[in-house]
C-alpha cells in the first residue's frame, strides 16, 4: 500500500518531533548500541509450555532504543511494513514518554500490534529497511521490540484506546476465516463504517495465532485483547460456521451481504509421501500444533491426547517446524530434532527462533532429508532413514538446491515424527464456488493490486492467496482488499 | 443452537439426540458428517449425520458410549446444550439410479446409512438392507429402513434375532440371489474390510464411509488420512466415503488406534472421577 506522503511530512513537521530531534545530536543517537530483548533463561523456560521467551522492554530501556531513531526525513522503514505503520511517528512517542500515544499510532494501521510485535519477521521487514541497516551498516532500532513495547503497555495500563470508526453505511460485509488477514481486513472495514461479520469454522477465534503460534511465543490472552478491541469497534465474530458448507454464499447474500473477503488460510498440511509416511506417531504439524495450542492436550485436564515424544524429530526448516519442535521439547523430549534438507543459512524460519531453540537444546540435523519410517508391531514409527545432502546452485526460489548424497543413509530411533514441509490452500472455498478461478496450485487467483477475485464481490488475501507466508503479509491483504472493497461497492451505489 | 430437543435410548450405550442447528439441518445432504465438541475440555469429535428435519431444524445424531468424549455427549440430556457443533463436512453421498443397491449397515453405523437408504430409494432403485450387530440390543433404526428399503435382512453374530452370521454371509446370501448394481458400507472398519473383500470377488462396485480420527475436519490437521488406491488422501474433505476396494483397510485399522494408549489412560482418569 502507498504512504501517504504527505500525511507523514505533516506529522514530522509537528513541533514535539522537531523539538525531541533537537534534543539529542545525531552522532550521539548513532553511538548507541541496539539494546537487547530480555529473554527467560533456556533451562527455565523448557519447563513451561505457556511461558513467554522474550519478557519485553521496560519503559526506560524502551526509551534509550527510541532516541537512536534518528526520524529520517524519509523513513524508509516503512516501506517494509506490509501494513504502512508510521514507524517514526510510534517510536518518538515512546522516546518522549508517551506510551499510550505511541500504541494509538500502531492502531491507526495495524488490527493486531501486541500480535505483530511479537511474530513479524522484522529483520526481513522494517528492521531490514531501517537507516541503521541500509546506510550505517549497523544494528536496526528494534522496532519489533519497541512495538510490542507499546502494545504491552497500552494493554496493561487498562485504558485501551478504541479506534475511532466512521458513522454506520448500512452495508454488510463478511470475512471468511478469522486469521490476520481477516481481522486486519474487519479493522479497516469497520472503521470505514460497514457491518463486518467474521466467520471462522472452528471454535475459537483466531486462526493461526490460536491454532498454530505456541504459548511461549504468542499468549492467547493477548490475541484476545486484541480481539475484544476489534468487538469494541463492532466486528461481530461467528464461530463454528464454515461459509460455502454451513451456508453457501448465495445464503448469505439473500441475508444481505454484499461482499466477501476470503481468508481461509492455507489449512491442507503437505506430507513428503515417502515409505513408512502413515505409521501412526507421524503427524503434520498443524496437528500437532492445534491438539496442544488450541485443545489444550498437553494438559490432563482436558480430552485431546497427544503423544509426548521421548525422541522427536521434526522435519521442515521453517517458523512451523520451530514452534513444533520447541514444543516438544517442553513436552517432555529428551531428544528434540530438526531435519532440514539444506543448511542454517537457507532456513525460512526467523533468525530470532532458530536462536531461541538453539538455546534451548534443539539438535539440527541440516542437510538431512527422511527417506522412510518404520514401526513397531503396532504400527508406531520407532525409526527413520535420513539421507544426507549437499547443497547445488540456486534454484528459483534464489536458495541453494539440496542435492542427494548417494550411499549416505542412516537411522535413527524416533518415537514422534512431525512434518513442517509446508502447507497447501485449503480447498473449501474453491471446491464451493465452481466459477472462482484458481491457480494449479489451489490458490485463488486475485487482482495483486485489489486482491479481487474472478467474481467481482469476492476479494481474498492470506495464504489462501499467497500459499503460505507470514501473519504480517496476510494483514497487509487484508488492509488492501478492505480499501478496495470499500471502492468496490461505493462505485456500485453510484451505479 | 445446538439445544437437544430429543433423546432416544436404543439400548444402555446407544442413543439417538434429535439436536437443534437450523443451518445445518437445511444444507445437509446424505453423506455428511458434524464436529461436535461437548464441553470447554472436550474433544472435537466427528458424527456422521443420520437424520435431519429442515423445517423444524434439527438434526439426528447416533452416538455409542465408548470413550470420554462419546460418553461426555451419551450423557447429556434433553435441554442441554451441545458447546460447539459445525458442518455440514464432508462429501455428500453421489445419489443415482443404477438399480439395485446392497446397503450395509453395522452396529451405529446404520444410522448414519439411513439418510443414504433414503435418497436411494427416492432416486428411484431397488434397496436391500442388511442390519448386522452383535446382538438384537444392538440392531438399530430398523424401522426407519424398512420404510426405505425393499428387504431387511438382520444378522446377528449370537442369533438373538434375525439369522445368526457376519454381514457377509447375509451380502453373499443376496448377492447370488439377484443382480446388485452397487454396493454401500458403513460400520466398524473390519466390518467394512471383509464387506469389500467379498464384494470385489464379485466386481460389485462399493463405497464405505470412515469415521476416522479427526481435529478439526477441515483439511487442516491430516489426523484422518487413509491410503486410497495407493494415494494418501484427508477423509473429512475427499471423503467421508470412499471407493472400498482402493482403500487400504489394514492401515485405516491400526490408524484408527493411533491414540490407543493416551485414550486408555484418559478413560481410566475420567471413571475415577466420576
Known amino acids: 500500500m502507498s504512504t501517504n506522503k504527505e500525511y507523514l511530512q505533516t506529522e514530522r513537521d509537528k513541533e514535539w518531533r522537531a523539538e525531541l530531534r533537537k534534543k539529542m545530536p545525531a552522532k550521539d543517537r548513532t553511538a548507541k548500541v541496539r539494546t537487547r530483548m530480555p529473554e527467560l533463561d533456556p533451562f527455565v523456560r523448557i519447563q513451561y509450555q505457556d511461558r513467554e521467551v522474550n519478557t519485553g522492554l521496560t519503559g526506560q530501556q524502551a526509551q534509550v532504543e527510541a532516541s537512536r531513531c534518528l526520524d529520517c526525513i524519509n523513513p524508509t522503514c516503512i516501506d517494509g511494513c506490509p501494513v504502512s505503520i508510521n514507524i517514526p511517528k510510534f517510536v518518538k512517542y515512546i522516546e518522549l514518554g508517551n506510551f499510550l500515544e505511541a500504541a494509538k499510532t500502531l492502531k491507526e494501521t495495524s488490527a493486531l500490534p501486541a500480535v505483530c510485535g511479537r511474530v513479524c519477521p522484522q529483520e526481513k521487514q522494517c528492521e531490514a529497511t531501517c537507516f541503521y541497516t541500509v546506510k550505517l551498516k549497523k544494528d536496526p532500532v528494534a522496532i519489533g521490540h519497541l512495538e510490542r513495547f507499546a502494545a504491552d503497555y497500552e494493554r496493561e495500563s487498562g485504558s485501551m484506546s478504541v479506534p475511532e470508526v466512521a458513522p454506520a453505511n448500512g452495508k454488510k460485509v463478511a470475512a471468511i476465516g478469522s486469521g490476520p488477514a481477516s481481522l486486519s481486513f474487519a479493522g479497516d472495514m469497520v472503521k470505514f463504517g460497514y457491518d463486518v461479520t467474521v466467520f471462522e469454522a472452528l471454535h475459537e477465534i483466531g486462526g493461526v495465532l490460536k491454532y498454530g503460534i505456541p504459548e511461549f511465543r504468542l499468549p492467547n490472552k493477548i490475541v484476545d485483547v486484541e480481539l475484544d478491541n476489534l468487538q469494541k469497534m463492532g466486528v461481530k465474530f461467528v464461530r463454528n460456521f464454515i461459509v460455502g458448507k454451513t451456508a453457501s454464499f448465495e445464503d448469505l447474500k439473500s441475508e444481505g451481504f454484499e461482499a466477501f473477503f476470503v481468508a481461509s488460510g492455507a489449512g491442507l498440511p503437505r506430507f513428503m509421501n515417502i515409505p513408512g509416511e502413515n505409521y501412526n506417531g507421524i503427524l503434520s504439524s498443524n496437528e500437532y500444533l492445534t491438539r496442544v495450542n488450541l485443545m489444550n492436550a498437553a494438559s490432563e485436564q482436558f480430552d485431546t491426547p497427544v503423544i509426548k515424544g521421548k525422541n522427536v524429530a521434526v522435519i521442515g526448516g521453517g517458523n512451523t517446524a520451530m514452534d513444533s519442535v520447541r514444543t516438544a521439547k517442553r513436552l517432555g523430549a529428551e531428544r528434540a530434532m530438526i531435519i532440514y534438507r539444506r543448511s542454517r543459512e537457507e532456513m525460512p524460519a526467523r533468525v530470532e527462533e532458530v536462536h531461541h531453540a538453539e538455546e534451548e537444546g534443539i539438535e539440527f540435523m541440516n542437510l538431512a532429508n527422511p527417506i522412510e519410517y518404520f514401526a513397531d508391531e503396532k504400527g508406531m514409527v520407532n525409526r527413520m532413514r535420513i539421507q544426507r545432502m549437499t547443497l547445488g546452485e540456486p534454484d528459483s526460489s534464489g536458495r541453494r538446491r539440496p542435492i542427494v548424497l548417494e550411499g549416505s543413509e542412516y537411522d535413527i530411533p524416533v518415537d514422534l515424527v512431525i512434518v513442517a514441509v509446508g502447507v497447501s490452500p485449503n480447498p473449501l472455498i474453491p471446491s464451493e464456488v465452481k466459477e472462482l478461478k484458481v491457480s494449479k496450485w489451489g490458490t485463488i487467483e486475485v487482482n495483486e493490486e485489489t486482491m479481487q477475485s474472478s467474481i467481482p464481490e469476492l476479494f481474498a488475501g492470506g495464504d489462501i492467496v499467497r500459499g503460505g507466508a507470514t501473519v504480517i503479509l496476510a494483514m497487509g491483504d487484508g488492509r488492501k482488499a478492505a480499501a478496495s472493497m470499500d471502492q468496490y461497492l461505493q462505485e456500485k451505489m453510484k451505479k | ?274
Open chain 2, 1 to 274: 443452537m445446538n439445544q437437544i430437543i430429543d433423546k432416544v435410548l436404543f439400548s444402555e450405550k446407544v442413543a439417538k439426540f434429535v439436536v437443534d442447528a437450523p443451518r445445518i439441518a437445511k444444507s445437509r445432504k446424505p453423506g455428511h458428517f458434524v464436529i461436535l465438541r461437548v464441553d470447554e475440555k472436550g474433544e472435537r469429535i466427528p458424527l456422521t449425520i443420520a437424520g435431519a428435519d429442515p423445517v423444524k431444524g434439527t438434526i439426528d445424531l447416533v452416538v455409542q458410549k465408548m470413550g470420554v468424549s462419546s460418553t461426555k455427549l451419551f450423557d447429556l440430556n434433553v435441554g442441554d446444550f451441545i458447546l460447539d457443533l459445525v458442518g455440514p463436512l464432508g462429501k455428500a453421498t453421489h445419489i443415482h439410479n443404477t438399480g439395485t443397491i446392497l446397503a450395509c449397515g453395522g452396529g451405529v453405523g446404520v444410522a448414519p446409512m439411513l439418510p443414504i437408504v433414503e435418497a436411494f430409494k427416492k432416486a428411484g432403485n431397488r434397496v436391500i438392507s442388511i442390519l448386522a450387530a452383535r446382538n438384537k440390543e444392538l440392531i438399530i433404526l430398523e424401522d426407519e429402513i424398512r420404510k426405505w428399503s425393499d428387504e431387511v435382512i438382520i444378522m446377528t453374530d449370537d442369533g438373538s434375532y434375525g439369522t445368526k452370521g457376519l454381514v457377509t454371509t447375509g451380502a453373499e446370501m443376496v448377492i447370488q440371489r439377484e443382480k446388485v448394481n452397487e454396493c454401500i458400507a458403513i460400520g466398524p472398519a473390519v466390518m467394512m474390510k471383509f464387506t469389500s473383500l467379498l464384494t470385489k470377488k464379485y466386481e460389485i462396485p462399493t463405497q464405505a464411509s470412515l469415521n476416522a480420527i479427526m481435529v478439526d475436519g477441515t483439511g487442516m490437521c491430516g489426523a484422518c488420512r487413509v491410503s486410497v488406491g495407493g494415494r494418501t488422501l484427508f477423509t473429512c474433505i475427499d471423503g467421508p466415503e470412499f471407493d472400498a476396494h482402493q482403500i487400504d483397510f489394514n492401515e485405516l485399522i491400526v490408524r484408527l488406534g493411533g491414540y490407543a494408549a493416551e485414550e486408555k489412560l484418559a478413560n481410566e482418569r475420567f471413571l475415577s472421577s466420576n
